[in-house]
């Protein structure tokens, strides 16, 4: 019997990013978690006996360097190898366009495979093969540099790719569920895309996902897969991730007063940490349903966002992003004072002078964010746009809040 743990998506000493990290207690626990995370796939390797850690891409994060990220790696690759245990690595997009990963002197129990691919034997019965990507880009499928499958053996073959795309991810080395089932590996590490996947069992094609996540479009608990090589191959996940980020609805229905949604709140809250499978999360509480509150609770927003803050620290393990308010109001419809103003905020907000200098606004905003934040923020015009609109349909609702609120 043979155990293989299966990672991707690193991404050391790549930032997590949140409100909630302005607390300083906060940025302390997590501001190295993607080691935390590398550390705990380390000793996780131990606990369980593995013969070899494979890495499918991306243990880098981007262009960036650092000697202490190089420090820290070497310390963990060089436990494995006096422990005996084997590293295979493949280069994703992202270790292609880190110089680290051309000039470390890796120790001897580490094999980097390199752009043309090849194949190594691990034990009598098993072989691994591996493609790195070449440079940062791999627009077309690198399916035909992998060599045959040994006949008669186990075969696992690492690959960092995007399939054929998933959400917040770019195109790389495009291929098929079935493209991978008709190259007649017994198992496909991938790598790439951030959220675990298990994309078929006959034979296994796995995204482990990133072992820590960054921020609140990657939650949950994060994971590597541990691999079980007998007669067949099983597998399981090993929980490695240091925080988590999650998202909880709380329905504010029948809740009559503000001592009723204020338990509620610290009840889901202390239930959620008591539940955590993570040292730490950041939590994005939204709240729905629908209260005769409602436009009191909008009006005081910085009233609610404090006692949800609170109520996260409280159990010693959470954290608050923020407060979305998505509440329905209890009232039946009519056309009153603020009614007819909501419609006269709707029409100003339809021209097209009152667009352009929610534009001009913006944009002399963002030019005080670094590039790299404006490329994320407004990748094109069209998103200038609806963020121009958004924020302004916003402030129309906050106006109103304030003035019902006030007259309820």
């Given at each position: 019997m043979i155990r293989i743990l299966h990672t991707a998506d690193v991404h050391l000493d790549s930032p997590l990013k949140s409100l909630a990290f302005q607390d300083p207690d906060l940025r302390e626990r997590v501001q190295t978690a993607s080691r935390t995370a590398f550390t705990r796939i380390v000793n996780s390797a131990f606990e369980k006996d593995a013969a070899a850690l494979l890495i499918a891409g991306d243990l880098f994060d981007g262009a960036?360097?650092?000697?202490?990220?190089?420090?820290?790696?070497m310390v963990q690759l060089e436990r494995l190898r006096e422990r005996g245990i084997r590293v295979f690595y493949i280069k994703g997009?992202?270790?292609?366009?880190?110089?680290?990963?051309?000039?470390?002197a890796l120790p001897d129990n580490v094999h980097v495979f390199d752009g043309r691919g090849g194949k190594i034997q691990l034990a009598e019965n098993v072989w691994i093969h591996g493609v790195s990507f070449a440079n940062r880009h791999a627009p077309e499928?690198?399916?035909p540099k992998f060599p045959a499958p040994v006949a008669g053996t186990i075969n696992i073959a690492m690959l960092h790719t995007s399939l054929?795309?998933?959400?917040?991810?770019?195109?790389?080395?495009?291929?098929t569920v079935g493209d991978l089932t008709a190259a007649r590996f017994d198992?496909?590490?991938?790598g790439h895309v951030h959220r675990r996947q298990v994309h078929s069992r006959e034979p296994w094609i796995v995204m482990p996902g990133t072992p820590q996540g960054r921020d609140i479009g990657e939650t949950g608990p994060k994971s590597a897969t541990l691999l079980t090589i007998d007669k067949a191959i099983n597998i399981e996940e090993v929980p490695t991730s240091a925080v988590e980020f999650l998202r909880l609805r709380i329905d504010a229905t029948d809740t009559d007063n503000d001592d009723a949604l204020r338990n509620r709140l610290k009840r889901t809250l202390q239930d959620t940490a008591r539940n955590l499978v993570s040292d730490s999360a950041v939590v994005r509480l939204e709240?729905?349903?629908?209260t005769h509150c409602r436009w009191q609770m909008l009006r005081d927003q910085d009233v609610w966002q404090d006692n949800a803050a609170q109520y996260a620290r409280s159990t010693g393990t959470l954290w608050l992003d923020k407060v979305v308010f998505n509440l329905s109001d209890t009232a039946e419809p009519g056309q009153s004072a603020t009614d007819e103003l909501a419609d006269i905020m709707k029409g100003i907000r339809e021209e097209s002078g009152f667009?352009?200098?929610?534009?001009?606004?913006i944009e002399g905003i963002v030019q005080e964010l670094t590039k790299q934040q404006r490329d994320r923020l407004l990748p094109d015009e069209a998103v200038m746009d609806q963020l121009a609109q958004r924020l302004a349909a916003d402030g129309a609702e906050r106006i109103l809040a304030q003035m019902k609120g006030a007259m309820s």
């Open positions: 960036a360097r650092s000697a202490q990220t190089v420090a820290f790696l997009n992202h270790d292609a366009e880190n110089p680290l990963t051309g000039e470390l499928s690198l399916l054929m795309g998933a959400a917040g991810h770019d195109l790389y080395a495009p291929c198992y496909w590490a991938l709240l729905t349903g629908r667009s352009e200098d929610c534009r001009t606004e």
